[in-house]
């Protein structure tokens, strides 16, 4: 595939070389813009105008030497990777001139094949992207839904209980009302409220005087414990409604029954 | 291009694929004006529109007009489409299961009695989450002072718990046969006089129920 | 949903009509299972969007696949249509353009092979970079000493770049009939990139690899 035989020195009589020659100092100045030893390897390469499988990768490691070289002397300070690659393409070189050692387990050949497929490789690669950055692209040349309708999201939450939890709280109410701390027990108290609201509507038939304990609650003056708590809070309502004027009290003599009668 | 639009508009199959594009693409409504400006020399925008109009009828999206502007919109029957419904499953929570219980097992029940059974008053949302899950309702009132409502099971929660009545509901009983009640002691003596109720001062308290 | 299912589908032409609703409402492509998701019980989807892409081809827009999803999008010969709507992009260095190349052509491939094809170690801005356009993410990892983490493209990269599935890369088969895309360890005294090599000075070297 060579289009030309390239000689393994330096080119000296043509344009070709002039150029070429300007072209390695454009490089040595603008090796900051190489991303890396292989990059410059792929790039000195081309120059060697051939496709990659064919590249001389003795020349090719003579002219990377070369490079670092030059960049010395123009004082050119190299990255260590580029001093690793300058390192292992002399020890390279200088394998690739000697006879092949039957001792040696990777032959010289082969560690050159592999650097060519490399160049070759990254070389395929950087193709590629070109290929794929060329490609139509969205937001470029293919464009998408300009008033795009959301999916409107319609969230239902159902709740769920089984018979077993239903239970289980059950259990735990009541757990806890065996054990809750004391409390005055309301069952046998008749408050004052209850007198009140009981009292209101029964004073008004009341013309004669009339005694306090036949105004208990159905029910209250069996147990000894109600029918206090009845007896205490109709007293005490009595007295609201005397104050209020809705009833008079008396009470004849000490410890005598008292007895109301309301005042219409 | 541009110099071919001097000479020739494209033809009107053309023109109706680049407002086709246009509108599919435009974040907004797209008037006639705006189409002759974006479109090449010569276009008409009306008659292509026309024709795309047409070309959607009965799909899935429609050519359509807004004010003086034009968009492709979706079709209005399959608007269904457009929404997705997400079921969300939850646990109830312990306050409205303990509630949901009372009112399963002492029904009908009024709030004030409920607060009393859990020791705690009832949140308005409890009672009305329940009732909107439909297991709770609204029974008669109470014929004390204050006329309280009340609260009882409805068939949705007979449903829900397979259960035939509420009398199915298993009793303190076999709730301790179940081990759910195994720490306490029998029903039997549950406080109802105070000389109870005082015993229990002296009664360690009951391990963590949680 | 169960009783849905007893119904039948909607005819082929109506499911149509759907798919060409949802595909034009979404900006994003559409998986065939959200399809599915979202259609009646028992559409076939599949049958659905070949015949809705059949019916698309020459018009404005296209019903175009990506990966297992699909969408419709502008037809790029009308890009000169739509300056208005063209986002510009930040410009991607040489380093992110031939990184992602990488990932395309060899995924799932680890940072160590992406620096391997590239000699020179890569940047985490990079990577980033193109994680955060949604280009390149997390494969799963390999399974070999370490277990790196490798990289591959996604679907927001396919539909970027117009990509029905990532066998469609321009000139994949090639490459790989030219074991270009081998991963070929290289014999042992080849240099690394530069981190590597200096850890293997302190690390022994790892087993044998099967």
């Known amino acids: 595939m060579a289009e030309e035989d390239f000689t393994e020195g330096p080119a000296h009589d043509s344009a070709d070389a002039v150029a070429d020659r300007l072209a390695a100092e454009a490089l040595v100045v603008d090796v900051d813009g190489f991303e890396g030893p292989l990059d410059l390897l792929l790039t000195l390469a081309r120059t060697q105008k051939v496709d990659l499988r064919q590249v001389s990768v003795l020349q090719l490691a003579r002219q990377y030497l070369a490079f670092v070289e030059q960049a010395r ?23 690739l001139l000697l006879p092949p050692d039957p001792e040696e387990e990777v032959s010289a050949e082969d ?93 008004g038939s009341a013309v004669d005087w009339t005694d306090l ?5 159905d029910g209250w003056d069996a147990d000894p414990m109600r029918r206090r708590s009845a007896t205490a809070s109709t007293f005490a309502a009595t007295l609201e409604l005397a104050k ?19 005042r219409g | 291009m541009s110099e071919e639009s001097l000479f020739e508009a494209p033809p009107l199959a053309e023109q109706e694929r680049m407002i086709e594009a246009i509108l599919f693409a435009s974040a907004m409504p797209v008037t006639v004006p705006d189409l002759h400006a974006r479109l090449p020399h010569g276009c008409d925008a009306p008659a ?55 009112v399963a097992y002492h029904q009908p029940v009024t709030r004030a009695e409920i607060e009393e059974i859990r020791g705690v008053s009832v949140s308005k ?57 195994d720490s306490t002691p029998p029903p039997d003596a549950l406080p109802d006089a105070p000389e109870d109720a005082q015993e229990e001062l002296f009664t360690p308290p009951p391990p963590d129920e949680d």
């Open chain 1, 73 to 95: 002397t123009l004082r050119i300070e190299l990255a260590a990777d580029y001093l690793v690659m300058a390192a292992w393409l002399a020890f390279l070189k200088s394998r």
């Open chain 1, 111 to 203: 560690l050159a094949a592999h650097l060519a497929f490399q160049l070759e490789r990254l070389e395929a690669m950087r193709k590629a992207a070109a290929r794929l950055m060329a490609r139509d692209q969205l937001g470029r040349d293919v464009f998408v839904r300009g008033e795009p309708q959301g999916v409107e999201r319609a969230r239902r939450v159902t709740y769920t209980a089984t018979l077993l939890d239903l239970m289980q709280g059950y259990a735990r109410l009541r757990t806890r009302d065996d054990f809750r701390p004391f409390v005055m027990d309301r069952d046998g108290v008749f408050t004052l409220e209850d007198a009140l609201e009981r009292l209101r509507p029964l004073i």
């Open chain 1, 213 to 217: 304990m036949a105004f208990l609650p």
């Open chain 1, 244 to 262: 209020t004027g809705k009833l008079d009290l008396r009470q004849d003599d000490t410890f005598g029954p008292i007895r109301v009668r309301g």
């Open chain 2, 48 to 102: 292509a529109l026309d024709q795309l109009r047409k070309r959607y009828e009965g799909r899935g999206v429609r050519v359509v007009r807004v004010g003086d502007a034009w968009a492709i919109r979706t079709a209005p029957d399959l608007a269904f489409l457009m929404t997705r419904e997400t079921v969300e499953t939850r646990k109830l929570s312990r306050a409205a299961i303990e509630t949901l219980a009372i």
């Open chain 2, 125 to 181: 949302g409890t009672v009305e989450q329940l009732m909107e899950l439909d297991w709770i309702k609204l029974g008669r009132r109470r014929e004390t002072p204050g006329r309280p409502v009340t609260f009882v099971v409805t068939r949705a929660f007979m449903d829900h718990f397979g259960l035939e009545t509420p009398r199915d509901l298993p009793g303190l009983k076999e709730l301790r046969a179940a081990g759910l009640l």
